[in-house]
């Protein structure tokens, strides 16, 4: 019996109870009863009852599988000859036969009397080129062309090689007001179109120059920019038309540029 819901399980007496239930036995061999009042005998079995009507028919089920083929039938004897039919009607008129063979040339017949004479046939097709012909002797010489027009400028030549060093300048004259002079070099990197190399603000500019790395470019200027830098231009080269970007856009340094940087102190 459920310890909580008080309702009874009827099992074997040789089953075990759950941990939530309790044994309760009835007959002479209970060992423990719960409160619960023993069974008396079972009475006698109670006559059948009628029988319920009929329920309803299910659904068709699934066809079955096919069976096997019987064994072939014997032959069966055969029927009576039948009646002979009546004559047909008259076929088609076949086609045409082959044409026989050429029979034998007759006799030549006597010459007839001189026809008049006909009209002048068409041209006929061009024959075929003969053989070349020999050479002829040299012509006289041909009279000068007039000039032609002026033709469009071609496109930039390639730098030419660094010329040699000059010779040294004369002495100059001597300098007033000296001092003593810092000199250093300032450095900038060459972009697409060029770039600058800049002093600082309490120097000037005395010189600079440039290295280009890319061959694909060729230097159009190199000059001071000022009193405090120096820039160098550049340009591609003809028939390069690759897309290069320039040096803020990602396209990569072509070179450096250098200013020499002078101040008194």
């Not at 089953?15 to 309790?22: F, G, L």
């Not at 000296?178 to 500019?205: D, F, M, P, R, W």
């Amino acid at each position: 019996m459920n310890k909580k819901t008080r309702y009874a399980r009827i099992v074997n007496a040789t089953a075990a109870c759950r941990a939530t239930e309790t044994r309760v036995t009835w007959g002479d061999g209970g060992s423990q009863s719960q409160g619960v009042n023993t069974q008396g005998p079972q009475g006698p079995a109670g006559r059948n009852g009628a029988q319920g009507p009929a329920g309803q028919q299910g659904p068709q089920g699934d066809r079955g599988f096919p069976g096997k083929q019987g064994l072939p039938g014997k032959d069966g004897q055969n029927g009576l000859p039948g009646k002979d039919g009546q004559n047909g009607l008259p076929g088609k008129q076949g086609e045409q036969g082959e044409q026989g063979p050429r029979g034998q040339d007759g006799k030549d017949g006597a010459p007839g009397a001189k026809g008049d004479t006909g009209p002048r046939g068409l041209p006929g097709e061009k024959g075929d080129t003969g053989p070349r012909g020999l050479q002829g002797a040299e012509g006289d010489k041909g009279r000068d062309g007039a000039p032609g027009a002026k033709g469009d400028t071609g496109p930039r030549g390639l730098q030419g090689v660094k010329g040699d060093t000059g010779p040294q300048g004369p002495k100059g004259d001597p300098g007033t007001g000296g001092g003593t002079l810092s000199v250093q070099t300032a450095y900038g990197e060459i972009g697409h179109n060029g770039g600058t190399a800049s002093c600082k603000a309490n120097e000037v500019a005395t010189g600079g120059g440039y290295s280009l790395s890319d061959s694909r470019y060729i230097v159009t200027a190199s000059m001071p920019s000022g009193s405090t830098s120096w820039s160098v231009k550049i340009s591609k080269l003809p028939g390069d038309n690759d897309n290069d970007r320039s040096l803020s856009g990602g396209g990569g340094s072509k070179g450096t540029v250098y200013v020499m940087c002078a101040k008194k102190v």
